[in-house]
């Protein structure tokens, strides 16, 4: 634990968490605010997993972009034009109640999304020192996922209550909060993106890069159905407030997963903790289609949740060990392209076949697209190699030479 202390004794760790905390809340109310706004006004969980899609995909397919503009000029004034954009965005949305009206704001939604947390994850290696670079991580997914918490119970209490455009309009009013309290952080307005080497190939066109890609497409569609299965079964079972406390068990164990992550033993690699957890991860979720809205949902939830947690660290530190300079930003933002356009396709099926089937069908889809995910990796494993060696003195200053800004 002393690693934990150490770094949050570091200046500037506690202001920026606090700076971007409300704007993570806001996220993780999104999904099921588009999803009750509009099962409630259409009476459709179809239509409402579709919605959630159109968002997702928008969001999706738009921040490989906006992740590039961040490594090319900065935070500064690409936060302080969507933050303001997404919030008036969601304060439009809560007053939609036609289908094309709430598809379109949905849509513009996603477009105008803010890159929060891929804003603030590259911000850890200029206030840390390289030994606490995985607690960093470790920490980071944690606050991500406590407000994936409580952003759901929030979303789940305000929209079933007497006044469920309250919802969204919370989310706005956090996102506003937060936003702007992270473009106007110093560590973040001073961040300098890292410059590129010359002749340096296309992110695309690095083989680790490409792998991570394909393994994202099997990952995003299967938590896409996931994400509006939950709901949906449980909303067809007649207990929708079960969602957001199924969603709270899965959520609070991956802060923990994500906390334990960060004080592993370095015995194995990154590569090596990633590639034992995702097994495990592939082992908990076989009960998915077995579980009921209830404490046997929540149960296994929990065990994907706490599993989870931990898998984001290790994803982390794998990818910034493979991903090509001047790519801090862009390459998770490129990957969440990937994924997240999948998880909109794996919403909008999960809304249809857990109406028109059954949810439990659309459960057993998770488990399979994590079990395709592992061969994808299993089968690619080489080109994940500047992962795999143990993480020694010699090899972080290895790493920290590599990653040298080489043209100044």
């Given at each position: 634990?002393?690693?934990?202390?150490?770094?949050?004794?570091?200046?500037?760790?506690?202001?920026?968490?606090?700076?971007?905390?409300?704007?993570?809340?806001?996220?993780?109310?999104?999904?099921?605010?588009?999803?009750?706004?509009?099962?409630?006004?259409?009476?459709?969980i179809a239509f409402a997993g579709l919605a959630i899609g159109v968002n997702s995909v928008a969001g999706s397919?738009?921040?490989?972009?906006?992740?590039?503009?961040?490594?090319?000029?900065?935070?500064?004034?690409?936060?302080?034009?969507l933050v303001p954009a997404y919030t008036a965005m969601l304060i439009i949305l809560s007053s939609a109640h036609?289908?094309?009206?709430?598809?379109?704001?949905?849509?513009?939604?996603?477009?105008?999304?803010?890159?929060?947390?891929?804003?603030?994850?590259?911000?850890?290696?200029?206030?840390?020192?390289?030994?606490?670079?995985?607690?960093?991580?470790?920490?980071?997914?944690?606050?991500?996922?406590?407000?994936?918490?409580?952003?759901?119970?929030?979303?789940?209490?305000?929209?079933?209550?007497?006044?469920?455009?309250?919802?969204?309009?919370?989310?706005?009013?956090?996102?506003?909060?937060?936003?702007?309290?992270?473009?106007?952080?110093?560590?973040?307005?001073?961040?300098?993106?890292?410059?590129?080497?010359?002749?340096?190939?296309?992110?695309?066109?690095?083989?680790?890069?490409?792998?991570?890609?394909?393994?994202?497409?099997?990952?995003?569609?299967?938590?896409?159905?996931?994400?509006?299965?939950?709901?949906?079964?449980?909303?067809?079972?007649?207990?929708?407030?079960?969602?957001?406390?199924?969603?709270?068990?899965?959520?609070?164990?991956?802060?923990?997963?994500?906390?334990?992550?960060?004080?592993?033993?370095?015995?194995?690699?990154?590569?090596?903790?990633?590639?034992?957890?995702?097994?495990?991860?592939?082992?908990?979720?076989?009960?998915?289609?077995?579980?009921?809205?209830?404490?046997?949902?929540?149960?296994?939830?929990?065990?994907?949740?706490?599993?989870?947690?931990?898998q984001q660290v290790f994803y982390w530190e794998v990818l910034e060990a493979v991903r090509p300079l001047g790519?801090?930003?862009?390459?998770?933002?490129?990957?969440?392209?990937?994924?997240?356009?999948?998880?909109?396709?794996?919403?909008?099926?999960?809304?249809?076949?857990?109406?028109?089937?059954?949810?439990?069908?659309?459960?057993?889809?998770?488990?399979?697209?994590?079990?395709?995910?592992?061969?994808?990796?299993?089968?690619?494993?080489?080109?994940?190699?500047?992962?795999?060696?143990?993480?020694?003195?010699?090899?972080?200053?290895?790493?920290?030479?590599?990653?040298?800004?080489?043209?100044?």
């Open positions: 634990m002393k690693r934990y202390i150490d770094f949050f004794k570091t200046p500037q760790v506690v202001p920026l968490f606090l700076a971007s905390f409300p704007a993570r809340i806001a996220y993780g109310m999104i999904g099921l605010s588009v999803f009750f706004k509009a099962q409630q006004e259409t009476q459709s397919l738009s921040a490989g972009v906006r992740a590039s503009i961040m490594d090319r000029y900065g935070q500064k004034w690409p936060l302080r034009i036609t289908r094309p009206t709430i598809l379109g704001f949905a849509f513009l939604l996603g477009v105008t999304a803010p890159p929060i947390n891929l804003s603030v994850r590259p911000l850890w290696k200029s206030i840390v020192p390289e030994d606490l670079l995985r607690s960093a991580y470790a920490i980071d997914t944690s606050v991500i996922n406590t407000a994936g918490v409580m952003g759901p119970v929030l979303a789940t209490t305000l929209a079933l209550s007497s006044h469920p455009q309250s919802a969204l309009l919370f989310a706005a009013a956090c996102m506003a909060l937060g936003g702007s309290a992270l473009s106007l952080n110093p560590v973040s307005r001073a961040w300098i993106p890292e410059k590129k080497k010359e002749g340096q190939k296309a992110l695309w066109k690095h083989g680790a890069i490409q792998l991570l890609m394909l393994e994202a497409i099997f990952i995003g569609f299967g938590w896409g159905v996931f994400d509006v299965a939950v709901p949906a079964f449980a909303t067809l079972e007649k207990v929708p407030a079960r969602t957001a406390w199924i969603l709270a068990a899965m959520g609070v164990a991956s802060i923990i997963g994500g906390v334990v992550a960060g004080i592993v033993s370095k015995r194995y690699s990154p590569l090596g903790w990633f590639m034992r957890n995702y097994m495990l991860w592939l082992i908990l979720s076989l009960p998915l289609s077995l579980t009921y809205p209830g404490w046997s949902l929540a149960l296994v939830g929990a065990c994907l949740g706490f599993v989870g947690g931990a790519s801090e930003v862009s390459s998770i933002g490129w990957l969440w392209t990937i994924e997240g356009s999948f998880m909109a396709l794996g919403a909008a099926f999960g809304g249809y076949i857990s109406e028109a089937f059954s949810p439990r069908i659309a459960l057993a889809i998770t488990p399979a697209c994590i079990a395709t995910g592992a061969v994808v990796l299993i089968l690619g494993r080489k080109s994940l190699a500047a992962a795999n060696p143990k993480p020694t003195p010699a090899n972080d200053l290895r790493a920290m030479r590599d990653n040298a800004d080489e043209t100044n």
